[in-house]
């Protein structure tokens, strides 16, 4: 399957799925997201909604060791909105 990328315009990228994780703090956020990835194919995104500001470190560093693709981060009032790309083959962070 093709990787998914930002649209020519800026716009976020169509999101196969979206995870919800409001009012879930370290390292709730990343968890869910990682088992969200799991049951994705291979270029599919994935759009995760966060309020922890500390996940905006977290996702940068998950993304980084797993192998699966940060594509866009938007700050939405207190939100922060990940698009993240599903990797072909991701490593377990550890």
Do not use: I, W
Not at 54 to 63: H, I, N
């Amino acid at each position: 399957m093709e990787r998914a990328a930002p649209t020519e315009d800026g716009s976020s990228p169509n999101p196969a799925r979206e995870l919800d994780c409001r009012g879930l703090y370290c390292p709730l956020p990343v968890l869910r997201t990682e088992r969200a990835l799991a049951g994705l194919a291979a270029g599919e995104v994935l759009k995760v909604v966060a309020t922890d500001p500390v996940a905006e470190l977290d996702m940068a560093v998950f993304s980084q060791r797993s192998g699966h693709e940060l594509l866009r981060l938007e700050r939405r009032g207190e939100e922060l909105v990940f698009y993240l790309c599903r990797a072909e083959s991701a490593a377990t962070p550890g």
